[in-house]
């Protein structure tokens, strides 16, 4: 069965950074478009930044010019590098792919203190 598995989620001061991982499994990744989301509580899940399966990025408005996503389709593995983490990026991140059919990751919080 299709399984993604996020990891890179923890608690980082404002102005830190994180990497978050998702290691896909059960389709063939390099032929996924790919993507990162968020929730914070009480808000509706937000697209953070996406990829197609040809390598084109997109980022939200609020991520922009601080987050960087990436892929490595021999490790099954997507990435989002967080640098200078604010106190609103607080929020449970998912990882996603489509290939064309939806698959999702369980989650993995990102907290972010002043």
């Known amino acids: 069965q299709v399984q993604l598995v996020e990891s890179g989620g923890g608690s980082v001061q404002a102005g830190g950074s994180l990497k978050l991982s998702c290691v896909v499994s059960?389709?063939?990744?390099?032929?996924?478009?790919m993507g990162w989301y968020r929730q914070a509580p009480g808000k509706e899940r937000e697209e953070v930044s996406t990829?197609?399966?040809?390598?084109?990025?997109r980022y939200g408005d609020a991520v922009k010019g601080r987050f960087t996503i990436s892929r490595d389709n021999a490790k099954n593995t997507m990435y989002l590098q967080m640098n200078s983490l604010k106190t609103e990026d607080t929020a449970v991140y998912y990882c996603?792919?489509?290939?064309?059919?939806?698959?999702w990751g369980q989650g993995t919080q990102v907290t972010v203190s002043s």
């Open positions: 059960g389709v063939i990744f390099s032929t996924c478009g």
């Open positions: 996603s792919v489509w290939c064309p059919k939806n698959y």
């Open positions: 990829m197609s399966r040809y390598g084109t990025p």
